[in-house]
């Protein structure tokens, strides 16, 4: 039992190390192959193997465009299962390569129809971040003048706030600052209306600390920071800041941390050496502007206390263009408005919304964010005066570093839908190097051996089990795995047993007969039945091959040189019936000394 335990635990372990291989979620989707015949093969051969091909497989492979005539570059419809018959099959030795013919799009670009004006988002690369996440379940608080729900927010999910200017549940806006940083982290967005946000599936926590006229007290905003860690959120956004450290502040700031929030603040609009409180506290990623060109925007403070800079625009005159555009609401009237606003304030929400970018990502502790975010910035050379910290933004970077080493479910599902293994065809016609068939030479084996240890007593040993395993079937499903840019040979050496191995480089479905045979049996008792332990490798390796060879017989008698008629089936049959009787012959003394 103990060593079924281990066995079952061995397996989940290799499955685990090979879905984490990051060329496994890397593979793409595709309904066509591709077939590049080598330039050496002759019109003639190409025309008889297509024909043959469209004969075998019901398929109409065609060249790929007039280009393709000199090339011999063919493409033919077809999934997973045909890949895998085709690189099985003669074809293999008269072409370069035949691959997936992959499907590459375009990234996620949304439809809301002023998305063109948000320079902003795509400076920061956060398209290709979407194609990972969008920031769901992730909560982020914005610290501010509070939330209005104006028409670009109404699809966006929200929790409960609170308003600490006026103590009461109710956290609208009446400045309209808190709106517009609001719809940067998660503008709605798909919803063929106004503008875009970074994280627009994540849930905003509207906590207002700021009156309608811009100001709030460290007494308000170090509340509404333990509000905050306290009540769910997963990222803290301040665009506020002041002169004067506070110890009630950092305080908070610190629950905050061991909460595992993430906390991020604007460094300051007055253009100094040195980012303004809470900025510079310690758990806070502090934030300096960029205008569109990606270079510091003068008025942004830098220096000590920066850690990152993102877009926080340049407004020049009439000239909005360059700021950063959002939903937001004329403080004056209450009315909703689409206005470009610039300073480190418009930077910070940037920040937050890639940090819940990260976190939905599976990154928890918020050092760890700060870390992904800082190490996936675009670097700025000599810059002697800490105008970025550790670089530019980059979403589509950040979110890269957070998945590393990670395989999620939804990873694994979508390479087994892309390779066709949720087809119920794949695994009936050809499958996976002939499941079922692998299936029957394992346990067959194992029956077998249990049948022979009746008569003649031994006890089970993992060099046993692994000559059995090793002369049935191999590791077949490693046959079955192809890993983005990388070589195939090695997962088909892997993956086959003992009398496949002839031929498993070529990658032939043909068995080689002096593998598919009792010689290398025979070789290996002589060799090992002399060691303690290693003699029970050669035993089970040979009643292995016999299982392999009986089953090959019966299903699949291809041999090289004889053929698949009834002389390779005799060929494979006597020599399995060899293997059985020299397992019988080996066993005999030692079911004697038993």
């Keep these: 039992m103990k060593r079924f335990l281990l066995l079952v635990l061995f397996l989940v372990g290799l499955g685990w190390a090979l879905t984490n291989y990051q060329g496994l979620a890397a593979q793409g989707t595709y309904d066509s192959l591709i077939l590049d015949f080598r330039e050496d093969v002759g019109a003639a051969q190409i025309e008889s193997q297509i024909e043959a091909i469209a004969q075998k497989f019901t398929v109409s492979p065609r060249y790929n465009s007039e280009f393709s005539l000199d090339d011999h570059i063919f493409v033919v419809k077809g999934d997973a299962a045909l890949l895998n018959q085709l690189r099985h099959s003669p074809l293999k030795e008269l072409t370069e390569y035949i691959e997936p013919n992959y499907i590459y799009r375009q990234y996620a670009i949304p439809n809301d129809p002023e998305y063109g004006k948000q320079w902003n988002l795509r400076s920061i690369n956060v398209e290709q971040a979407w194609d990972e996440t969008k920031g769901k379940d992730i909560t982020v608080a914005v610290i501010d003048t509070g939330i209005s729900a104006v028409p670009d927010l109404e699809k966006t999910n929200f929790a409960a706030g609170y308003d600490f200017v006026n103590d009461q549940a109710d956290a609208k806006d009446d400045n309209g600052h808190g709106t517009h940083v609001a719809g940067t982290i998660a503008q709605s967005t798909n919803n063929s209306f106004g503008v875009a946000g970074i994280a627009y599936e994540a849930t905003l926590m509207p906590l207002k600390v700021l009156s309608s006229q811009g100001g709030g007290t460290v007494a308000d905003i170090a509340e509404a920071i333990r509000f905050a860690a306290d009540n769910g959120a997963a990222v803290i956004n301040m665009s506020l800041g002041g002169g004067g450290e506070s110890n009630l502040m950092k305080e908070a700031i610190a629950h905050a941390h061991e909460k595992g929030v993430v906390v991020v603040a604007a460094a300051g609009n007055a253009g100094r050496n040195a980012a303004e409180y809470p900025a510079r506290y310690p ?312």
């Design 283 to 594: 758990y806070v990623i502090g934030v300096a502007a960029l205008d569109a060109a990606g270079n510091k925007a003068p008025y942004s403070n830098y220096g000590a206390g920066i850690d990152i800079a993102a877009p926080g625009g340049l407004i020049n005159g009439d000239d909005k263009s360059g700021g950063i555009l959002q939903n937001t609401l004329n403080p004056a009237t209450g009315e909703s408005v689409f206005e470009a606003y610039q300073g480190t304030s418009m930077a910070a929400p940037h920040v937050a919304g890639v940090a819940a970018l990260v976190k939905a990502m599976g990154v928890e502790n918020p050092d760890d964010v700060a870390a992904v975010i800082q190490q996936s910035a675009l670097p700025v050379p000599d810059d002697n005066l800490n105008h970025y910290g550790a670089g530019k933004l980059n979403a589509a970077e950040a979110v890269k570093l957070a998945g590393k080493g990670k395989f999620s479910f939804k990873d694994f599902f979508r390479w087994l839908r892309d390779n066709g293994y949720l087809n119920p065809r794949f695994w009936f016609d050809g499958g996976i190097i002939a499941l079922w068939p692998k299936v029957f030479m394992v346990l067959g084996s194992y029956l077998l051996a249990w049948l022979l240890k009746h008569y003649f007593p031994f006890a089970w040993s993992w060099s046993m089990s692994t000559g059995l395993v090793m002369g049935s079937s191999g590791l077949f499903f490693l046959r079955g795995l192809y890993l983005y840019d990388a070589p195939q040979w090695p997962f088909r050496l892997l993956g086959s047993s003992i009398p496949e191995m002839g031929t498993a480089v070529q990658a032939s479905g043909l068995l080689n007969p002096l593998f598919a045979s009792v010689l290398i049996p025979l070789a290996l008792l002589a060799l090992l039945l002399g060691h303690r332990q290693l003699k029970w490798f050669a035993i089970g390796t040979t009643i292995g091959v016999g299982m392999c060879l009986a089953v090959s017989a019966a299903v699949d008698p291809a041999l090289l040189w004889l053929g698949d008629g009834t002389i390779a089936r005799t060929f494979l049959a006597v020599n399995a019936i060899l293997c059985l009787a020299l397992a019988r012959l080996v066993l005999k003394p030692e079911g004697r000394t038993a």
